[in-house]
């Protein structure tokens, strides 16, 4: 039977994904996908849209080829292991100036590598989005060159990344894929695409060559920018490039481009300089003509857009653009030897490519309230008004008709680009005030019917239906924010008037005893326990706020250790203990110990130019150092797993069979395992192959899914038995509800350091140190306290991980860690999950612990007299089951509570801040991370409170046969 508080734990949850995703409804930009196909029929041609420049391409994709690592200068000294490593593109520049060009090619953000293909060949923009496709790539149903190749008989030829294959698997002649997401593997795909490269080029029945090799990118995910294996990577590049140049010929073209840059950690995804700038190298197998200095400023540019790749790539060979296509022709290609009779073409080509751009945005227009039609008509205007003066020119060539449709190309593009970077702002402002109110409710309000709370998505939910209708959007926000206001005024309204008025009479009294007292008053409220709860609403306050700063969100993980400080100072002088050595002062000076202490693991981000590793992350270190490394993370490893076991054995829940197999036999198997794997996978002597050592990972994973159940089928940790003294005595009950938890707790300790690797596992021990120390500090506590006190830990713990509140911090590594590649993407975004929210993860685990915190364990705590009240410990929640209802109802409303408010300041800061400058690079990303531990805490809430049910459950059985058989 579902119990009250599953229910409300369900609906919590349920309310917590709601309230996000209608934010995310109105912040995430989208454009409607217009599904139509350009054909030769459109234009009434006699060479279909143009006329062919050349026969055959071949496109060289070096995923990852950031600009300056193409550019030669032999005038530098000391270069960095980056640079002049690939001379090929300036010399051929030298010794072809009439046939080559070399050009930034800028990328359109978010640079992930999926929409980066997209954009590659629909030539339309990427939206935030669809950032999420990177991660498991479908089929694209919009229009491409890939598609029209196919449609007008081109063979198009794939060598490389298997994405391609899963976006547009039907369309290729010939195909030779290789997996793309092990991105430690840095040498299987380039390798293969090598194989076969120059042997396609050289048969005759193909069109099209595209070729993406993974390497550079590969590395710098694996290592960063200076790292040997990087540079190593661009000099073989610099040969293959050589190899392809001598096979091209008259009537080929070859472009060598990279999709995006790297920061110089490595990563990408974001919307940097060095993230979005790659590189475009041309190289014609016939003569490029000859401009004038006019023509070559706007014909020869330095840089282009990665979108004009896909008309250039299309009118080039002949084949009608595709339809949603927002890219401008690049000029100079379409000029040969011919000089005036090629410029007329040029003229024809830009016509055709201004008339295909504004066909689809006056189509967008048709199914979108997003363009305003004056806009629509006035670029509709100087459109005929240009097709008119090209057709009195009579085939005749005007550079300035040439300059100006290449402008409106332009004018379109950015116009798009405005628009749809428009944010949905009622909704927006919806859903914060949602978040807001309900979080303050929470806070006030002790129980309250979930019947009730039903009425409150139901009515939000009107703007996800009606949204797009935009004759009624306005009205549709004004009755739904009315009706949203009154529906949460009409729920809570007699229990906040009651903490309203309780409050205010509180503040009175404390003004006039202030009056009537002075300042002594004042240092009395500072020594209460109120005041503690007041410091953490501050701290919480302060963290919250923070998000509306970017210089806050850079210095988040170090502030966060100042807060932890503060509560935990606070809380030690409130507590007044007697002795400078009590056992208070030892748990205080351990908690800051290690929160101090967890700073040696944090990362770094793009932004931070002060911070650097320590040298215990550095991965250039002697392997002597190595081995010093492997061997402190295995002993503090084992140590943190054997002191667990100790720890739970003196808190006497180890008595039963359950516990005990999992602590005993299971937990000892995953740490050899773990150990072994650390050992051989670091190990520059292969013992077992790759695939053997994945199983160890597989087999930490199993057992970990295994002791689990056993957890939860079997939590009970008491007994009663009678040890030959004639009186029977209960054992196991000092920590009777907690201990399943954390012993799920420490099940998951192997499976994270195995995700950590053995460099990072050490911070798992300063947190478990810290969460035991602070279960101390907080004995006696509200459950309020408690909850905010954790989740300073949480997010410590997070940068504590490695981790930035950036897209290119991820570690997609942990997504093979036990795994050589995965035929479907559920495992490795799992993995990648629990390695990104791993702290609040096992801070979850542990709340039990802390909430239902018991007396200090001593030499007979898992001894338990049953006439003796003073000593149950935690049967005072089995004897008082309403005790255990409103702790866990305290638990549910705090949490959701703060997890709601500091949402709702995070997405006020992103709505504030829209049109900063730093929005996708700093605020987005941080406002994403915290609706990722809403979304995690909420989730081990609910699992916490199944647990608890569930012992409690077990627990009463177990009594109810204990009375009987007595």
């Known amino acids: 039977m579902v119990t009250t508080t599953i229910k409300t734990a369900l609906w919590l949850l349920w309310l917590i994904v709601f309230t996000l995703l209608l934010y995310l409804r109105g912040f995430l930009l989208t454009k409607i996908e217009i599904e139509k196909f350009s054909s030769c029929h459109d234009y009434a041609r006699e060479d279909c849209w143009s006329k062919p420049r050349y026969k055959r391409a071949v496109l060289l994709l070096v995923d990852a080829l950031r600009h300056d690592f193409t550019l030669y200068n032999s005038s530098v000294k000391n270069p960095e292991p980056w640079q002049n490593k690939m001379s090929v593109f300036s010399e051929l520049r030298k010794k072809f100036p009439d046939r080559t060009r070399h050009l930034e090619f800028i990328a359109d953000p978010p640079s992930a590598t999926f929409l980066r293909l997209k954009g590659l060949t629909t030539g339309g923009l990427p939206t935030f989005v669809d950032l999420g496709s990177n991660f498991g790539a479908s089929e694209i149903t919009e229009d491409s060159w890939v598609k029209q190749l196919s449609l007008n008989k081109k063979n198009l030829v794939l060598l490389g990344d298997d994405t391609w294959m899963n976006i547009y698997s039907k369309y290729f002649y010939r195909a030779f894929p290789y997996p793309s997401f092990d991105v430690w593997d840095l040498h299987t795909v380039d390798n293969g695409v090598w194989k076969h490269l120059l042997p396609q080029m050289r048969t005759d029945d193909w069109d099209v060559i595209v070729a993406h090799f993974l390497g550079v990118d590969h590395a710098g995910h694996r290592y960063h920018v200076n790292h040997p294996a990087l540079s190593d990577k661009l000099v073989q590049v610099d040969s293959w490039i050589r190899e392809v140049v001598r096979e091209v010929g008259e009537d080929t073209v070859l472009f060598v481009f990279g999709d995006h840059g790297m920061t110089t950690s490595g990563d990408h995804g974001g919307e940097t300089v060095d993230e979005v700038t790659s590189t475009l190298f041309v190289y014609s197998g016939s003569k490029i003509g000859v401009m004038s200095a006019e023509e070559a400023q706007v014909y020869d540019p330095a840089r282009v857009f990665q979108t004009d790749l896909v008309p250039t790539l299309t009118m080039l060979l002949g084949v009608p653009t595709p339809y949603s296509s927002l890219g401008s022709v690049i000029p100079f290609l379409f000029l040969d030897e011919n000089s005036q009779q090629s410029r007329s073409d040029l003229q024809l080509v830009l016509q055709t490519n201004m008339n295909q751009v504004f066909r689809y945005i006056e189509a967008y227009s048709m199914v979108s309230s997003e363009f305003s039609s004056s806009e629509i008509s006035e670029i509709k205007s100087r459109v005929e008004d240009l097709n008119k003066q090209v057709a009195e020119l009579k085939g005749g060539y005007s550079f300035t008709l040439v300059r100006e449709m290449m402008e409106v190309i332009r004018k379109i593009r950015d116009l798009c680009s405005q628009h749809w970077a428009q944010f949905n702002l009622p909704v927006m402002a919806l859903s914060i005030s949602v978040m807001i109110l309900l979080s303050l409710s929470l806070v006030m309000v002790s129980s309250l019917s979930v019947i009730w709370w039903v009425l409150l998505p139901l009515i939000p939910a009107i703007v996800i239906s009606y949204d797009s209708l935009s004759p009624w959007a306005g009205v549709t926000h004004f009755v739904t924010v009315l009706l949203t206001f009154a529906t949460i005024v009409g729920v809570f309204y007699a229990a906040v008037r009651l903490q309203v008025s309780y409050l205010a009479s509180k503040v009175g009294d404390f003004i006039k005893s202030c009056n009537e007292n002075g300042m002594s008053n004042i240092w009395k409220l500072m020594k209460s326990v109120e005041f503690l709860g007041y410091s953490g609403i501050v701290v919480m306050f302060f963290m919250s706020v923070g998000f509306m700063t970017n210089s806050y969100i850079l210095v988040e993980d170090y502030v966060t250790i100042y807060f932890f400080g503060t509560l935990v100072l606070v809380n030690y002088l409130i507590k ?293 009240p003073e000593n149950t410990a935690q049967l005072r929640f089995y004897i008082d089951r309403d005790l255990l209802s409103s702790t866990l109802h305290s638990l549910q409303h705090s949490s959701v509570a703060l997890i709601l408010l500091k949402c709702a300041l995070a997405c006020a800061a992103c709505f504030i801040h829209r049109r900063h400058l730093m929005i996708w690079n700093i605020f987005t990303p941080r406002m994403i991370i915290e609706m990722c531990f809403a979304a995690c805490s909420a989730v081990f809430l609910l699992f916490v409170v199944l647990l608890l049910e569930r012992t409690d459950s077990v627990l009463r059985k177990e009594f109810s046969k204990i009375s009987k058989e007595k």
């Open 576 to 868: 007044k203990p007697k002795t400078i050595l009590s056992e208070l002062t030892v748990a205080a000076v351990i908690a800051g110990t290690a929160s101090r202490m967890s700073a040696t693991f944090f990362g770094c981000r793009e932004e931070q130019f002060w911070c650097t590793k320590t040298w215990w992350l550095s991965l250039e270190v002697s392997s002597c150092i190595r081995n010093y490394k492997y061997v402190g993370s295995v002993v503090v490893f084992l140590g943190t797993m054997y002191g667990m076991y100790k720890y739970q054995k003196q808190q006497g829940a180890l008595m039963k069979t359950g516990l005990k197999f999992v602590h005993c036999t299971i937990h000892s198997i995953q740490c050899v395992l773990v150990v072994v794997y650390w050992a051989l996978s670091s190990s520059s002597i292969k013992v077992l192959t790759e695939e053997q050592i994945c199983w160890l990972p597989r087999a930490v994973y199993l057992l970990a899914l295994l002791a689990v159940s056993i957890v939860f089928c079997a939590p009970s940790t008491v007994s009663l038995l009678d040890l030959g003294t004639g009186t029977p005595r209960l054992y196991g009950a000092m920590s009777c509800y907690s201990a399943p938890s954390l012993a799920v707790y420490t099940t998951l300790l192997p499976v994270c350091a195995l995700l950590l690797q053995y460099s990072a596992a050490p911070v798992l021990a300063l947190l478990t140190l810290q969460l035991l120390a602070t279960s101390r500090l907080t004995e006696g506590r509200s459950v309020a306290f408690k909850v905010m006190i954790c989740h300073v830990i949480a997010v410590q713990y997070f940068y504590a991980t490695g981790h930035q509140a950036a897209v290119q911090q991820f570690d997609w590594n942990a997504a093979f860690v036990g795994f050589t590649s995965h035929p479907y993407h559920i495992v490795p975004i799992c993995m990648i999950a629990l390695r990104t929210l791993m702290s609040f993860v096992m801070v979850g685990l542990f709340l039990p612990t802390i909430i239902l915190q018991s007396p200090p364990p001593s030499k007979t705590a898992q001894e338990v007299d049953l006439g003796d």
